[in-house]
């Protein structure tokens, strides 16, 4: 087997890891990833309003955003949860986008 070869493939595996990556219940496609899963449950069994926060990473160089609950919650103008769920989105390792969606009155 090619020593170069060898050496050239693992140092692309160990630079490509920390690209751009999400949270994935089925992890992450090499090509692209578009999934949803639940996070919590909340207190409120009604769900009339939504409001969705997100977080992108571009290049596993630049990330920006805020996908926590209470941004969600804020966006959706929710006071009492009735869920938590997540969406995430990648493109070839390249682009990627993690969403809080929260469900409520």
Do not use: W
């Amino acid at each position: 087997m090619n020593v170069k070869f060898v050496v050239v493939a693992a140092l692309s595996a160990i630079l490509m890891q920390g690209c751009a990556v999400v949270a994935s219940p089925t992890g992450n496609g090499l090509l692209y990833t578009g999934v949803k899963g639940p996070v919590a449950v909340g207190q409120s069994p009604r769900a009339s309003k939504s409001g969705q926060a997100c977080a992108t990473n571009m290049l596993g160089l630049i990330t920006t955003g805020d996908a926590s609950i209470d941004a969600a919650k804020q966006n959706g103008g929710i006071t009492q949860l009735a869920t938590v769920d997540h969406a995430s989105t990648s493109i070839l390792g390249l682009y990627s986008q993690f969403c809080t969606v929260a469900r409520g009155e």
